[in-house]
């Protein structure tokens, strides 16, 4: 809340779900096409951050050439949609995966420029089977959560769910 990008955009992309042509399209948008029939102009999801947060979900699972054209946007700063008149883009990128960036660096699947561009900051959250003492509190949080947004009281636990869950 301190963040002078707070009251900005928030933008996700999921870039395990797409093919490059689709991903590529909307991250940097595409220009009309006279060719492409009633396929019109499209704003990249880079611009709509504009000045705000980029959120890369499962960046590891870019394709290589939409790795290149990201890290070609961040080193040149190349404006969104190729458009010269779209200006300069400046955006906080946060970058999220499930995979070892390190070692898809190291097997080629991952550019090394674009993993030193988003590897400013790394926070590294071990999976819940390594945090056995955080499932009690977040099974409260969660149940307190849902029964709030469904108008009940939180259901109680015994002693055995305690347990199971601890387990």
Same mark, same amino acid.
């Given at each position: 809340?301190?963040?002078?990008?707070?009251?900005? #955009?928030?933008?996700?992309?999921?870039? /395990?779900?797409?093919?490059?042509?689709?991903?590529?399209?909307?991250?940097?948008?595409?220009?009309?096409?006279?060719?492409?029939?009633?396929?019109?102009?499209?704003?990249?999801? @880079?611009?709509?951050?504009?000045?705000?947060?980029?959120?890369?979900?499962?960046?590891?699972?870019?394709?290589?050439?939409?790795?290149?054209? @990201?890290?070609?946007?961040?080193?040149?700063?190349? #404006?969104?949609?190729?458009?010269?008149? /779209?200006?300069?883009?400046?955006?906080?990128?946060? /970058?999220?995966?499930?995979?070892?960036?390190?070692?898809?660096?190291?097997?080629?699947?991952?550019?090394?420029?674009?993993?030193?561009?988003?590897?400013?900051?790394?926070?590294?959250?071990?999976?819940?089977?390594?945090?056995?003492?955080?499932?009690? #509190?977040?099974?409260?949080?969660?149940?307190?959560?849902?029964?709030?947004?469904?108008?009940?009281?939180? #259901?109680?636990?015994?002693?055995?769910?305690?347990?199971?869950?601890? /387990?």
């Amino acid at each position: 809340i301190h963040s002078k990008r707070a009251e900005r #955009p928030l933008v996700k992309v999921h870039c /395990a779900c797409a093919s490059r042509e689709t991903i590529e399209a909307e991250l940097f948008g595409r220009l009309r096409d006279a060719q492409a029939h009633g396929d019109g102009e499209r704003v990249g999801r @880079l611009a709509l951050a504009h000045n705000g947060t980029l959120l890369l979900d499962e960046v590891a699972d870019l394709p290589v050439e939409v790795q290149q054209r @990201l890290l070609r946007h961040l080193e040149e700063q190349d #404006p969104p949609m190729d458009a010269p008149e /779209a200006g300069h883009n400046a955006v906080r990128i946060i /970058a999220t995966t499930s995979q070892d960036l390190e070692a898809a660096v190291q097997s080629g699947r991952f550019l090394e420029g674009l993993y030193d561009r988003l590897a400013v900051f790394v926070v590294r959250v071990p999976p819940l089977r390594e945090r056995q003492d955080d499932i009690l #509190p977040l099974a409260r949080r969660f149940l307190l959560t849902i029964s709030r947004d469904l108008g009940r009281e939180p #259901p109680r636990r015994n002693q055995l769910q305690v347990r199971e869950l601890s /387990a």
